[in-house]
């Protein structure tokens, strides 16, 4: 995809994933991998407000265009293409339900079989690092090895994946899950989990189902 199509998709991921309830103001970001780096959102500015030029190219080596500002977040950004060569889009945003639990600084275990979207069992939530800074960074490579979407402590969630609709997809299911969690953990601390067998059986079950259109 040229740079141009694929900024305009970037653009439309942030803007439906207001729509969708998951974010605030200009907090998150997004980015997709493209020409040995990414292109990413710039930093502070209103989804309504971007067009094309405003998304920002950052290099393989973390080098970015003069004269633009890619959001203050571009290093967990590159540590996840770093990590994860099969992912080649990521999804940030505070979502009220997934940033709750992440106040908690629980994991959402398996309450449910969908858990299995990140890749393993439960979704992972990484020890609280200022925003921005390469310690977060640094988090979020170890954890996004373990799992597709992972909570960040006092803050919010990240989610990658294949390609932009997958990646807001999953971050969607991820705020699905946390919701559940913290309306179960309103009523007891002793919430019931799925076994990690059966959600190896839900895994290889998700291998093969659907017709996987646009993989
Ligand atoms: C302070 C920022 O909102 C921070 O929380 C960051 O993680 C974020 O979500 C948005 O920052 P950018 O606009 O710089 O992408
Ligand atoms: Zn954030």
Known sequence: MNRQALSRE?????LEMTRLGLNQGTAGNVSARYNGGMLITPSGMPYEQMNEDCIVFVDG???YEAGKLPSSEWRFHHAVYQA???LDAVVHNHAIHCSAVSIL????PAIHYMVAVGGTDHIPCVPYATFGTPKLAEYVQQGIQQSKAIL???HGLIAAEKNLRKALWLAHEVEVLATWYIQLLAITNDVPVLSPQEIQVVLGKFSTYGLRIED
């Open 105 to 108: 600084g629980k994991a959402i």
């Open 84 to 86: 994860r060569p099969d």
């Open 10 to 14: 970037i653009i439309d991921t942030c």
């Open 152 to 154: 960040l402590q006092h």
């Open 61 to 63: 080596d973390g080098h």
